[in-house]
């Protein structure tokens, strides 16, 4: 009798594994590079759920990556390498262009039992449960086929947890079409574990399920960059600025002097942290960093024209060269560093979309408060100067007036 329940146990067991179907693609230039892939039969009716993943590559290797998406920006990958207790680390990411991908720390993944580093092989059994849309893309699994993209680095292991670890460019890549009617079927259950607890794959070992959700390092060094810079930008230098226009009281340019220069040190803070990240994630060439060094160099030396600008005024009450120079450097560098921001939250992609939307009602309300300052501080300008050249032209014909009395 026990024997008879024992066989049917497994019978069932067998029957979950033999309709869970997965379908494998393997790629690189041994072809040893395998990615398998199963969509539960309830993800592939409803078009969303979770699916499961297998990374299966030779330890030959640094990392090995899949990702959805027909090209690197804006893909949804998956990035393996070697831990340092000798098992695996995932690390999701957001492909912002041909550079290091970002880690995305919003990625609802769970690696499962069969995942590990067993006779020169690393295995990664993967349950991911935010495949069907992430920042910047979406895929529908009730489709017949997707775009997919892989890629992989050979050389030594990083033997790092970090999923945030730095990875070198990688060596072999290529674009794919992934045929899901080969991948449906089966419950929402590990289909690379046998009913037994053993892996349907020959050298794989049991792994702790891991979820990625703590904030990396990374990421807060990217976050600090990205509020100094934005408080700086969109906050301290556009307050400056319309203070200097619209108010009129003893010691207002010193108040001015004092709010851009904390403003001033708090952008040279953002561009070292924007500098030691883009080194290290490799993003020198990106537009935003490209853009973000176009505008310090322009307001690298702002303090120093600002100085000349109030030591010419002060002297003759006029504006001269030092002057424009200054008015118009800081006009064009807030505008600029204003975009530059919103083309900063659109590649790092680590922020919520809910911090785009806050930065681009602030960005917008300063920006339109601050030119309405310039028109404002410049039609009054325009009015004393058109005040003063009526006092003097009054002056003037008041002494012509005196002159040709005391002749006569």
Request: glycine share 10%; charged share 15%.
């Amino acid at each position: 009798m026990k024997n008879a329940i024992a066989k049917l146990i497994a019978a069932a067991g067998m029957a979950t594994l033999a309709t869970a179907q997965v379908t494998q693609s393997c790629h690189g230039s041994d072809s040893d590079l395998c990615y398998s892939l199963n969509i539960p039969e309830t993800t592939s009716s409803s078009g969303t759920g979770d699916i499961f993943f297998q990374i299966r590559a030779p330890t030959t290797y640094s990392w090995v990556a899949l990702g959805q998406g027909s090209r690197m920006r804006g893909a949804n990958m998956f990035v393996i390498y070697a831990s340092e207790d000798g098992n695996v680390t995932l690390s999701p990411r957001l492909g912002v262009g041909n550079v290091m991908p970002l880690y995305n720390e919003a990625a609802k993944v769970e690696l499962l039992g069969g995942t590990g580093i067993e006779n020169g092989m690393m295995t990664a059994n993967v349950r991911c449960s935010s495949c069907n849309t992430w920042e910047g893309g979406s895929m529908s699994f009730q489709n017949s086929s997707a775009s997919w993209i892989w890629s992989a680095l050979s050389g030594d292991a990083l033997n790092s947890n970090d999923p945030s670890e730095s990875i070198s460019y990688h060596n072999q890549a290529d674009n794919f079409n992934w045929d899901f009617s080969q991948a449906r079927g089966g419950s929402a259950v590990n289909p690379f574990v046998a009913s037994d607890g053993t892996s349907t794959a020959p050298t794989a070992q049991a792994s702790t399920p891991m979820k990625s959700s703590s904030k990396s390092r990374t990421t807060m060094l990217i976050m600090a960059h990205g509020f100094m810079a934005a408080i700086a930008w969109i906050i301290i230098f556009p307050i400056g600025g319309i203070i200097i226009r619209v108010l009129n009281f003893r010691g207002i340019v010193w108040v001015h002097a004092g709010i851009q220069a904390l403003g001033w040190l708090l952008f040279v803070a953002a561009v070292g942290l924007g500098l030691y990240n883009a080194i290290k994630l490799d993003l020198l060439s990106t537009r935003h960093i490209i853009l973000g060094l176009v505008v310090f160099c322009l307001f690298a030396l702002q303090p120093v024209f600002g100085l000349l600008h109030h030591l010419r005024f002060k002297k003759t009450g006029s504006r001269g060269i030092w002057s424009y120079i200054h008015i118009w450097i800081g006009r064009v560098a807030i505008v600029l560093a204003m975009i530059n921001g919103g083309l900063g939250l659109a590649d790092a992609r680590t922020f919520y979309k809910s911090w785009t939307i806050v930065y681009a009602v602030i960005a917008g309300s300063m920006g339109l408060l601050y030119i309405a300052s310039i028109v404002f501080g410049e039609a009054k300008r325009s009015k004393k100067l058109k005040s003063a050249q009526s006092s003097d032209v009054a002056d003037s014909d008041r002494d012509a007036s005196l002159g040709s009395k005391s002749r006569q």
